[in-house]
Antibody, heavy 112, light 106 residues
Framework: QVQLKETGPGLVQPTQTLSITCTVSGFSLTSYYMQWVRQTPGKGLEWMGFIRSGGSTEYNSEFKSRLSISRDTSKNQVFLKMNSLKTEDTGVYYC??????WGQGVMVTVSS | DIQMTQSPSVLSASVGDRVTLNCKGSQNINKYLNWYQQKLGEAPKLLIYNTNNLQTGVPSRFSGSGFGTDYTLTISSLQPEDVATYFCFQHNSWPTFGAGTRLELK
């Protein structure tokens, strides 16, 4: 069955870089777009960006300058990296297959 | 970006009630509208995609309708397990979510 699971650091200091891994099973990354969505107290649910089945990416202009999405198809993993973190980046980060199946999310707190 | 406005922000209803949740886009979204249910501490769950298509496994008491800028999620007979926050989401252009409607039991 389709499964997605995010893993990440939990706590990140301001100005540092966030790295989250989404590990999937039950489908191929070369057949589906993979999305990243976050949910913050300040802005609710926000689409961050996606990586297409072919490997190209698109980003929400809100994050474009500091966000990077990549993947390793041999490991069935998708990666999110976002730099210059601020306290308002605190929230839950989700990966999703298209927008149908979602991971459980990973809570990220940005604090010194 | 297309802004999605949901109403009401909070809805109280009784078990068995017919419940209607609304979502309005700032421009035409051509029926590229999904509805999600989110229970406390869980990820959003897809209920309806592209306005009126029921996701596999979702109870038939959920239905969606709409066109242009205005869309509706209807629960035909509210059940206790339907207590949750419901989000609309457009993917006609760069994706955006509504702020949600919190559904409570009266």
């Amino acid at each position: 069955q389709v499964q997605l699971k995010e893993t990440g650091p939990g706590l990140v200091q301001p100005t540092q870089t966030l790295s989250i891994t989404c590990t999937v099973s039950g489908f191929s990354l070369t057949s589906y777009y993979m999305q990243w969505v976050r949910q913050t107290p300040g802005k609710g649910l926000e689409w961050m960006g996606f990586i297409r089945s072919g490997g190209s990416t698109e980003y929400n202009s809100e994050f474009k300058s500091r966000l990077s999405i990549s993947r390793d198809t041999s490991k069935n993993q998708v990666f999110l990296k976002m730099n210059s973190l601020k306290t308002e980046d605190t929230g839950v980060y989700y990966c999703a297959r298209n927008f149908d199946y979602w991971g459980q999310g990973v809570m990220v707190t940005v604090s010194s | 970006d297309i802004q999605m406005t949901q109403s009401p922000s909070v809805l109280s209803a009784s078990v068995g009630d017919r419940v209607t949740l609304n979502c309005k886009g700032s421009q035409n979204i051509n029926k590229y509208l999904n509805w999600y249910q989110q229970k406390l501490g869980e990820a959003p769950k897809l209920l309806i995609y592209n306005t009126n298509n029921l996701q596999t496994g979702v109870p038939s008491r959920f239905s969606g309708s709409g066109f242009g800028t205005d869309y509706t999620l209807t629960i035909s007979s509210l059940q206790p397990e339907d207590v949750a926050t419901y989000f609309c989401f457009q993917h006609n252009s760069w994706p955006t979510f509504g702020a949600g409607t919190r559904l409570e039991l009266k």
